[in-house]
């Protein structure tokens, strides 16, 4: 008996990542070649939430690869959101600056809108601000959530055709699936998809699952996405990323994500790998909009 199985690809996110931060890295050296000023990109953390803490230290190591100025300040949990708001104004008044990002999950008595609120949009490098969301929607030029913006690198680095097929985000947040669908279904290269946007009310997410050509999976479930809910040829982009408990590592977890991708991978088109996926691609995404920051304010200074 003879078994077939669709020839299946990895989307690499260390390929991909790799070659957006060797561009960057190519102007980066330009411009320290030429004695200009470089981009510079501010973080700031409160408390001492160990995932934050290995995001923002991924996020600065990278910035020295490449060779952005970076620098990560750290607050105490108790801060008030005065305070804080305060700490992310002097960094929007400092002209060195091109991009903040203030490291999300805050402590339970600050709002993450009203701070989000507070940074100013041209250095708002994470997306998140209410006047990106509506650039975003509009379909203007705008700083685009590092997520989905690295999940639409990965999809046009690999060339995966999108006109016209049927992608199925799941999950809603304003970080993750939102904008990921208003990407899909935009008028773009790698957008022009109907899009279903699913989440946690959603019913028979087993049948709209199976009609999908593209599947974003984005809920934080470990092994969510079974094989019984995609189709032969699909194309399966996993954003999730859990820790769950692993005696046999030394830091006492492993990362999963929301595919099973033992069982999905043999059945897909194209799929990306946790880790190794979409998590390198959000960060080379954080540091393309880190340089449209700093390039659109050294225009605005000329
Ligand atoms: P979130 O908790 O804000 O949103 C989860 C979404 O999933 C919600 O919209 C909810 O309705 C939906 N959902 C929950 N259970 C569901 C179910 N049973 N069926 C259908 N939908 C369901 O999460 P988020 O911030 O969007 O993150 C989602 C995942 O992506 C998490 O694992 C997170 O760690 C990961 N993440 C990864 C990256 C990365 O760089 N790869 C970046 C951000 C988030």
Redesign the pocket.
């Known amino acids: 008996m003879f078994f077939t199985f669709a020839p299946m690809q990895l989307l690499d996110g260390k390929i991909v990542s790799q070659s957006v931060k060797d561009t960057l890295k190519i102007k980066v050296d330009e411009l320290k070649q030429s004695g200009k000023r470089l981009p510079f990109l501010a973080a700031v953390i409160v408390g001492n939430n160990g995932a934050s803490e290995t995001y923002v230290a991924s996020k600065a190591k990278n910035c020295d690869e490449i060779g952005f100025l970076n620098k990560t300040i750290r607050l105490d949990e108790s801060i008030t959101e005065a305070a804080l708001i305060k700490v992310v104004e002097e960094l929007n008044n400092d002209n060195k600056i091109d991009g903040i990002l203030v490291q999300l999950p805050l402590p339970q008595h600050i709002n993450n809108e009203r701070i989000i609120n507070a940074i100013d949009p041209s250095k708002d490098v994470d997306g998140f601000h209410p006047m990106s969301t509506g650039k975003l929607i509009q379909g203007s030029p705008a700083f685009i959530p ?2 989905p913006y ?1 999940v639409m690198l990965m999809l046009e680095h690999y060339k995966i055709e999108t006109k016209g097929k049927h992608a199925v985000v ?4 304003n ?3 939102r904008p990921m669908s208003i990407l899909l279904s935009q008028q773009n290269p790698y957008g022009n998809c109907t899009v279903t946007l ?5 019913k028979n ?1 087993k049948e709209i699952c199976l009609q999908a050509d593209i599947i974003v999976a ?4 470990p092994g ?1 996405l079974t094989a019984d809910m995609v189709k032969e040829n699909a194309v399966v982009i996993d ?4 820790r769950v408990a692993d005696e046999t590592k030394k830091s006492g977890f492993s990362i999963k994500g ?1 595919v099973d991708f033992e069982h999905v991978a043999p059945k897909s088109s194209y799929i990306t790998p946790v880790p190794g ?3 390198l ?2 960060i080379a995404a954080l540091l393309k909009n880190t340089f449209n920051a700093y390039e659109a304010r050294e225009t605005n200074m000329k």
């Open positions: 590092a997520t690295g799941i999950g809603r947040s970080i993750v699936g699913c989440h946690s009310h959603t997410l984005a809920l934080g479930i969510f954003v999730g990323i859990t929301d996926g979409v998590g691609m959000t």
